[in-house]
C-alpha cells in the first residue's frame, strides 16, 4: 500500500513528530517586543487596547499562573492580572494584554512552515501553530533525538518563538509526547516505550477522549490509558460505538493513520546567520548567492514555480527587512533568482547585517507555462518603469516594502 505514491512504512518503524509552537500568539508578541520576555502577556480576541471587552486568546504561562486562562472574559482576567501600565507597584503582578494580530501571527507560522517543508517530505499542518511531519524515510531511530533538537533549535533561529516536540511511531502518541514538557519541550517515545510512557497518564490526554468520555470512563472504573488498554474492547465498544474501539487501540500505542500533507506550502526560503554582525558586501554577496542556490535547489527538486522572489535583512539591533519583486509570471529559473537577490541588496551595502534570508512566494505546484528571463527583463525595462519598482499595469516586476518591523533574532544554537 502507498501514500500519496510513497511505500507505507509499517507502522513500529514510522517516525512522527509533532510540532507544537508554545502559546503562540504570546510568543510572537514577544518576538515582536522582546522586554516581554519571561513577563506575563495576555493576547485577546475583540480586544482593543485600554478595553476591558473581549476575550483572552492567548495566555502566556506567566499569565497562567495567575488563573488567566484562554476563553476567558478579559475582564476576569483584568480581576487577576491588572495591566502593567496601570500598577504603580514593580512588585505587584502585572499583565502585558495585546490585540490579536493574525496578519503578523500567520507570517511568523509561514516561517515555521518554511523550516518544516525543508526538512521533512511529508508535513501536515493543522493549525496555524502545529503540525506533523513524518521523517520515517530520512531518519532511524537512533537519530530521531538529535533530528529533533536540532528542529527546534532551527525553528527558533528561523522564527524566534519556542517549540515543543514529541517524537512518536505514531500520531496521537506524538501528540501526547508534545504535551508531555511544555514549554519548550522534547520527549521522544520509542517503539517499544509507547506502553509505560502512556500508561500512567490520565485518559483524558488520548486523542478522542474528551471531559465527557472521560467522566464516563470514570464510571466503569477506567481513570489512566493503562487500565483503559487492560479493559475488555467489546465492553468499550459496546459503550461507545466504533469510538470505544478507537481510543481503546490508542491507549495500547496504536494508531494507524497517515500523516498526509494537506495543501502546499505558501513560499520556500533558506535564511543563515553571521557570527557577527558584518557590513563586508562581497562576504554578504556571497552568502546570498549561496542561500539563493540553496532555495532554487529545492524548489527545481520539487518541480514548483513561483512568482515573487525576496530577501530577508536583520540589521542591528533586531531590525528585520524585507524586499521583494514580482514576476510577470510563474518561473522555475535560478539564475534570476540569484540577480534579483543581488539587485535587491544594494539597498543595504555598507550597513553592518545580522542574517540574510532568500524567498520565494506565490507558488505553483502544477505544470504552467513559465516566464522567461527575457520576458521579465523586457517587461523591467519598459520605459514608464525605469527602476523596475513601481506596479506595472501590464504585470511588470514590482518591488514590495512588506513588513519593515523590530524583531527579535535568536542566533541559531
Not at 500500500?1 to 507544537?20: T, Y
Not at 480576541?45 to 502566556?60: D, F, Q, R
Not at 504535551?179 to 522534547?186: A, E, M, T
Not at 490526554?205 to 487492560?230: K, N
Request: hydrophobic share 35%.
Amino acid at each position: 500500500m502507498s501514500d500519496g505514491g510513497r511505500p507505507r512504512v509499517p507502522s513500529e518503524e514510522r517516525i512522527v513528530l509533532h510540532v507544537d509552537m508554545d502559546c503562540f500568539y504570546a510568543s510572537c508578541e514577544r518576538r515582536r517586543e522582546p522586554e516581554l520576555q519571561n513577563k506575563p502577556v495576555v493576547v485577546g480576541m475583540g480586544y482593543e487596547a485600554g478595553e476591558s471587552h473581549g476575550a483572552v486568546a492567548t495566555a502566556s504561562y506567566e499569565a497562567r499562573e495567575h488563573d488567566v486562562e484562554s476563553a476567558q472574559a478579559i475582564s476576569q482576567a483584568l480581576e487577576r492580572l491588572p495591566r502593567a501600565e496601570n500598577t504603580d507597584d514593580s512588585a505587584e503582578p502585572a499583565g502585558h494584554y495585546r490585540p490579536v494580530d493574525l496578519a503578523y501571527y500567520e507570517s511568523v507560522s509561514e516561517e515555521v512552515k518554511d523550516v518544516l517543508h525543508e526538512v521533512a517530505d511529508t508535513v501536515r499542518a493543522v493549525s496555524i501553530d502545529e503540525a506533523y511531519l513524518d521523517v520515517s524515510d530520512r531518519l532511524g531511530w537512533e537519530g530521531a533525538p538529535v533530528f529533533a533538537r536540532n528542529l527546534k533549535a532551527r525553528i527558533h533561529e528561523a522564527a524566534g518563538v519556542p517549540a515543543s516536540i514529541g517524537v512518536a511511531p505514531n500520531m496521537s502518541t506524538a501528540k501526547i509526547a508534545s504535551d508531555y514538557d511544555k514549554p519548550d519541550g522534547l520527549v521522544v517515545v520509542a517503539p517499544d516505550e509507547v506502553r509505560s510512557f502512556l500508561a500512567p497518564l490520565a485518559t483524558e490526554t488520548l486523542h478522542g477522549v474528551g471531559p465527557v468520555t472521560a467522566r464516563e470512563l470514570r464510571s466503569m472504573g477506567i481513570e489512566t490509558a493503562g487500565e483503559l488498554a487492560e479493559a475488555d474492547r467489546h465492553r468499550l465498544v459496546e459503550r461507545f460505538g466504533s469510538r470505544g474501539g478507537t481510543v481503546h487501540d490508542h491507549a495500547r500505542g496504536h494508531d494507524d493513520r497517515v500523516v498526509e500533507p494537506v495543501g502546499n506550502p505558501k513560499s520556500l526560503s533558506n535564511e543563515s546567520a553571521f557570527t557577527e554582525a558584518t557590513d563586508s558586501f562581497d562576504h554578504i554577496r556571497d552568502r546570498l548567492v549561496a542561500l539563493a542556490e540553496e532555495v532554487t535547489t529545492r524548489t527545481s527538486q520539487r518541480s514548483v514555480l513561483y512568482k515573487t522572489i525576496g530577501i530577508k535583512v536583520v540589521t542591528p539591533p533586531f531590525d528585520v527587512h524585507t524586499r521583494s519583486r514580482s514576476l510577470s509570471g510563474p518561473v522555475d529559473d535560478p539564475p534570476l533568482v540569484e540577480r534579483i537577490a543581488l539587485d535587491l541588496i544594494e539597498e543595504f551595502e555598507g550597513r553592518p547585517i545580522r542574517k540574510l534570508g532568500v524567498r520565494v512566494s506565490n507558488l505553483s505546484f502544477v505544470e504552467a507555462d513559465q516566464s522567461s528571463l527575457e520576458d521579465w527583463e523586457r517587461s523591467a525595462a519598459e520605459p514608464n518603469d525605469p527602476g523596475g519598482a513601481s506596479p506595472q499595469p501590464d504585470g511588470g516586476p514590482t518591488t514590495e516594502n512588506e513588513c519593515d518591523r523590530q524583531a527579535s533574532v535568536f542566533e541559531f544554537l
